[in-house]
């Protein structure tokens, strides 16, 4: 244990830590840490950084290739090769402690782990997901029963593999820290130089496949690339948690952008941040694994992009269905208005003269189900854009505004006339038809409409209603909805 | 782009060359063109279960091949087997008259707009970008030039102005001429389409059928697999029927016929599907 923490803390700010039986009273060894003066933790932080953007890049790939998971099932089958190559090298005499030599044992169980996923997917009915459970848990579990068996061992101390399941910053060294930073920036050249072709792959492995790239040599090049960032991983963020590296950052950025480049480029940004402070906190606590701290920040990461990412986040989807409505509800509004208006004409007044009277809310009421608060609410904002004036009894639809109505309800009847002519619906169906897709007609589809339409020698300006819109038949329908 | 020399003429009664012998495996149809895509005994099989079977025939240069059959009549499995996306049980391929591999760069390839996620995070322009990635090679970034030539091709398919727009904010009509773009962009002799008029609106597949008939005017071959059996005689010139096998092919005067179309989708079984039938059955009582 002692040679463990010794090895472990080179640096003493650590040393005076692990020691220290209340940290917390030691300001001079939080900021030595902070502040990054020792030459130890500098360095182990950035390797844990280096790390993070890595991941962020090579995690950006799987996600998209949809092929995340993969990396978890790697991350957890490497447990028993670093356990076997603990016992193999301890009863050959060997230092079962050597880094070199666990990693070496991890990263072939690893693989192998990988190669039975393949093996079961390619070679039974059963599908990938089913696979992924079945190696994940089987190799993970061999692991913690070869991990028992080196806890009884009288060889070698045990102490310190553990960290490898968790993570744990605060009991790595300079040298593993270099290892970590040297292994990621050749990871982050590949991705960088790999950008296109990866790219293609996970977009259009078909397409990549006719253009000759090689899909099969490109798959085991991002595997690698996995491998490679999930096996010098294990030691700073633990086998259980490495996968929160590669998905989390790469999913929080999918939130803010639309652009490859620009995803992964927050995606680095974000593992980057996290791996900083989760390694931070760890190695003033050696009690917390680094691997628990890393998730925890990028989580936060997590969340606040789902909720605030400018592309696709919560509260932009929010108000993007929010607006639709309102604009729906706008629409209707203007429609029913007009279609009032045009009622009156049928007692030989024109369309100009009907105009001017007010119109009740109580009879556009009537005209759909809609009820009154939103009604009311969608007049306000019309009110509010001068499309209605409100009168005392009632309101009336100022020029703009008729001009508005009169334009969606030809642009309504339009696409009624078409369902009937073309796709065969039903008159008495054709007003809910339209409804649900008039209000995102194109400009260039309405043109295309009209001339549709032409040819049928359809009246063109407003055109009269397939259907009967009267207030009795707008009740009927009213009712029904 | 590789020339290949063409040849003067094709003595076809002096020694046996592999063309006389193999009729399907001809580098030449007799009239100085090059056979853009001929097949020979091809078959493919997903789990010991035949899709395709024993398909062969020779498309004819600068023409409009519609490629018709039923669903599940293989007609995908047959554009991806003859561009060795999918391994075939027996056959051979010849595009331009050798390997596809050796002529890849002359094939453009439009697969099912279905095959891809359109929520991935790139523009209609990346996409065609990429139609050019094996000519920018291995490594190196796309450049001015290269995007330059994506917005063209784009314009080509009338989608021009929405090529900084990302692929999840199309129509699917504009998502398909964004995948004919990223064919044509490339400047292919041979063009294979998967289904491209697939629930398009009508303005999109009249301004597909204006492409081919100008990749026609310009010489170009496409092969183009289709579903409406009633526009087949107005867009194509030559038609493959496939169910599983050729049941015909040949110009569409002559071969698109009630009878062989009675054949490629009627309800009666024919010889060799009783006969696959049969070994199927036998399969699965092992």
Known sequence: MAVMLLAAGACCAQGDIVSDTAPFSSIAAWSRVLLMQDYNTRVVIFGVAVLGGASGLVGSFTLLRKRALMGDALSHASLPGIALAFIVASTLGANGKSLPLLLFGATVSGLLGVATILVIRNQTRLKEDAALGIVLSVFFGAGVALMGVVQQMQTGHAAGLEGFIYGKTASMRAADAQLIAVVSLLVIAGCLLLFKELKLLCFDEGFAGAKGFPVVALDVGLMSMVVLVTIVGLQAVGLVLMIALLVIPAAAARFWTDTMWRMMLWAALLGTLGSIVGGLVSALFPGLPSGAMIVLVCSVFFFVSMMLGTRSGVLVRYRRRLRLNRRIDRQHLLRAIYERIENRTKHGASIHESRRKPVSTASLMSMRSWSRRRLMAAIDRAAEDELVRKKSDGFKLTSAGFTEAARLTRQHRLWELYLIAYAEVATSNVDRDADDIEHVLAPEVIDQLEDLLDEQEMTIPVPMSPHDVSDDHADATGDKR | ?286
Request: glycine share 8%; net charge neutral.
């Open chain 2, 1 to 286: 782009m590789v020339e290949r020399p063409q040849k003067e003429y094709q003595p076809m009664d002096s020694s046996p060359s592999l063309s006389s012998v193999l009729p399907s495996a001809a580098r030449d149809d007799g009239t100085g063109n090059e056979v853009p895509l001929s097949i020979y005994d091809l078959t493919v099989a997903y789990h010991r279960k035949p899709v395709i079977w024993d398909v062969g025939f020779d498309l004819p240069a600068g023409q409009l091949i519609g490629i018709v059959g039923p669903n599940g009549a293989g007609k995908s499995t047959l554009l991806k087997a003859a561009m060795d996306l999918i391994p075939s049980a027996s056959g051979r391929v010849r595009v331009f008259g050798d390997s596809y591999r050796a002529n890849r760069h002359r094939v453009g390839y439009v697969p099912q707009r279905e095959s891809v996620d359109w929520q991935f995070p790139v523009s209609a322009l990346d996409v065609v970008a990429m139609g050019l990635y094996d000519e920018i090679g291995w490594c190196r970034p796309v450049r001015r030039r290269h995007r330059d030539r994506a917005r063209l091709a784009l314009q080509h398919v009338g989608i021009g102005e929405l090529a900084d727009r990302q692929i999840s904010q199309l129509s699917g009509g504009q998502q398909q001429r964004t995948f004919l773009a990223r064919a044509l962009v490339q400047d292919a002799d041979l063009y294979l389409m998967d289904e491209p008029f697939a629930a398009v609106d009508a303005a999109t597949e009249r301004a597909i059928v204006d492409i081919l008939r100008d990749l026609k005017k310009r010489g170009k071959t496409a092969a183009v697999i289709h579903h409406d059996l009633q526009t087949v005689p107005e867009y194509f010139d030559y038609v493959v029927l496939l169910n599983m096998r050729v049941v015909a092919h040949g110009p569409v005067e002559t071969t698109f016929t009630s009878e062989n179309l009675q054949k490629t989708y009627g309800g009666r079984l024919t010889l060799l599907d009783e006969v696959t039938e049969a070994m199927r059955r036998r399969e699965s009582s092992l």
